[in-house]
């Protein structure tokens, strides 16, 4: 059997914690078995190492590995994702396509966040893994799948049991073996090692000597919540590498990067947020303004492409997504919304040596960008600045609501969907 060093090296997983080194030692034993393994763990733990471990070390290693963040796709558009649909089962439907179960036969499919899936994809989940069936949108052939389900979560499932929002006999499919991964904070040996190694990526990908903390920053360091985990810590640590000048980094530094700690008192205090939360105007208006710039942005592609081409049925197919979003479908209502994909497959780079990856795209509509002639220099940096203030806001957002995605997405006065999805987008 691969020793957990072994894997470590392999994966480019850092970390010596006796319970990272039990979660990899459990992700060795379960491969070579087809159990459903469940990852649970706070957001930015490390999860999606685990399914990759899990596939390549299982007897699927010359399958299809696809990865899929449930949290990202659209509930209208899920079913047809995962299990594909048939030509004319919903408007948009122009063609018979095949769904992630059909692709992965004989491979392994890892289920991100798949406490957000809606009820009733969970009950054509269950049928996968009791039987292997499924189902095509708009079909009523039986089909058969052979495929390794792994999936993760960083919800408490129990809680979402008992709201009704995830079937029990789900869970219990899913979970067969269940892999923790512990929060940074419990992971005291390994933040130093951890700020350590990214400082060293950092100085190297951006070609400057790597920043070092001096004593008093690592107690720091080691104290900090890390609520967002080695994601932040690696945000942090990119953040410092490229602003600072000096590359001895003091406590005082250090400090004006961390997002200030939630002690509880505010919380207690006000079980409301305070309307100036997100009061400020700038932020608003650069909100307001972000969200037209796109439109508009968008809506000159379409009329590029139709004073191109007219409006033919192939501008309205390849624009779908953009025709849909700025004029709505009426589909969609009724839940068979088909565009605004493939939004979900999280790119997975490290495992292409052995088996094809579906790639992912945030953003359909932005893959033909290069083709318009309108997009000016001015209007780039515009973009530009606009992406960044964005950024900043979701930043905000997110640290005022410590982390939590949730109340961060009902802040900014969006869905916790496009939150996620813009999370991953800009890697924050
Ligand atoms: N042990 C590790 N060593 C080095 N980098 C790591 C380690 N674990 C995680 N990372 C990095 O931390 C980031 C977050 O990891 P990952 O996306 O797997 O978290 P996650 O638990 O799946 O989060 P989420 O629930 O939000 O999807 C990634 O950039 C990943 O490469």
Not at 85 to 94: N, P, R, S, V
Not at 123 to 146: D, Y
Request: include cysteine; charge should be negative; proline fraction near 4%.
């Amino acid at each position: 059997m691969e020793n957990v060093q072994a894997i470590k090296q392999r994966f480019e997983i850092i970390g010596n914690d006796p319970k990272l080194n039990r979660a990899i030692e459990k992700a060795i034993q379960v491969a070579p078995t087809d159990i459903s393994v469940l990852i649970t763990g706070e957001s930015g733990v490390g999860k999606e190492n685990m399914p990759r471990i899990i596939h390549a070390l299982s007897h699927r290693k010359h399958g299809k590995y696809i990865a899929v963040n449930c949290g990202a796709i659209p509930e209208g558009t899920i079913d047809s994702e995962l299990f594909g649909h048939e030509k004319g089962a919903f408007t948009g439907a122009t063609s018979t396509r095949e769904g992630y179960f059909e692709v992965a036969d004989g491979g392994t499919i890892f289920l991100d966040e798949v406490g957000e899936l809606p009820l009733t994809t969970q009950v054509r989940l269950l049928r996968v893994l009791e039987n292997g069936e499924f189902i095509k949108v708009g079909s009523s052939q039986v089909q058969k799948t052979n495929v390794r389900i792994v999936a993760a979560t960083n919800v408490n499932m129990f809680e979402a049991i008992e709201k009704g929002k995830f079937r029990e006999d789900l869970y219990y499919r899913l979970s067969t073996v269940e892999i923790m991964l512990p929060p940074l904070r419990e992971r005291k040996d390994d933040i130093h090692l951890l700020f350590r190694k990214f400082s060293s990526d950092f100085a190297h990908k951006y070609k400057m000597p790597p920043i070092k903390l001096d004593d008093d920053a690592v107690q720091l360091l080691l104290r900090y919540r890390w609520s967002g985990n080695i994601r932040q810590l690696r945000n942090i640590a990119e953040q410092i590498s490229v602003l600072e000048t000096t590359r001895e980094i003091s406590l005082a530094t250090l400090r004006s990067y961390l997002p200030e700690e939630g002690t509880n008192l505010p919380a207690v205090v006000r079980d409301k947020k305070p309307e100036s939360d997100f009061s400020n105007e700038r932020e608003i208006l650069y909100k307001v303004l972000f969200d037209m710039k796109s439109d508009l942005n968008d809506l000159k592609k379409l009329t590029m492409e139709l004073m191109q081409n007219g409006n033919t049925s192939k501008v309205q197919e390849s624009n779908k997504g953009l025709i849909q979003r700025i004029y709505g479908n009426p589909a969609e209502e009724n839940g068979h919304s088909f565009e605004d994909r493939p939004s979900a497959v999280i790119p997975s780079p490290k495992i292409t040596h052995a088996e094809p990856v579906i790639e992912h795209h945030l953003d359909d509509e932005d893959d033909d960008d290069d083709n318009y002639l309108f997009a000016e220099t001015v209007e780039e940096e515009e973009t530009l600045r606009l992406d960044e203030k964005e950024i900043e806001l979701i930043k905000k957002a997110l640290e005022r609501n410590k982390g939590k995605r949730k109340a961060a997405a009902d802040e900014l006065g969006i869905s916790e969907r496009t939150l996620y999805r813009k999370i991953k987008q800009y890697d924050l």
